[in-house]
């Protein structure tokens, strides 16, 4: 039996409308082999979250470079919890201050990757999260 593919939602929410770092992610996970589906620019919590759930996503990540990324997370992830939906994983980049970092990781972000991280690195991160994740659905 062959493990599903891990499927991500790839998110650009708010007015922020560069979007080259959230291609570059999901290019990498599609060539990891995961599937990917991009929402696009200019997506709303709402619409995040109600792509992730019909899509039967394991995470969703965010790309902002808004400066709006304590709204957005804390938003998509009250939203996620809101609605039962709280094993989706959350994770994210762009430019974040490092300052920043902690409190999005303690309101529920998996992890937040900056400026210049290798893609293998998140490539490798989110791998690891939904094989735990997926192992203690099982248990």
């Keep these: 039996m062959t493990e599903d593919k891990i499927r991500v ?4 929410p708010g007015l922020d409308g560069h979007d080259r770092g959230a291609k570059v992610i999901a290019r990498a996970l599609r060539d990891a082999g995961m599937e990917v589906i991009y ?4 997506q709303t919590p709402e619409q995040i979250v109600d792509t992730a759930i019909q899509e039967d996503a394991d995470a969703i990540g965010v790309s902002i470079l ?11 992830i009250d939203l996620l919890k809101d609605r039962k939906a709280e094993d989706i994983i ?3 980049g762009g430019v974040i201050p490092d300052e920043d970092v902690p409190a999005l990781l303690e309101k529920g972000a998996g992890a937040i990757f900056g400026p210049g991280t290798p893609t293998s690195t998140c490539v490798e ?3 690891t999260q939904v094989k735990e994740k997926r192992s203690m659905e099982l248990a």
């Design 90 to 92: 959350v994770f994210g």
């Design 39 to 42: 929402t696009g620019l200019r």
């Design 125 to 127: 991160w989110l791998q």
């Design 9 to 12: 939602i790839v998110a650009k």
């Design 66 to 76: 808004s400066g709006a990324h304590h709204f957005y997370f804390s938003r998509i």
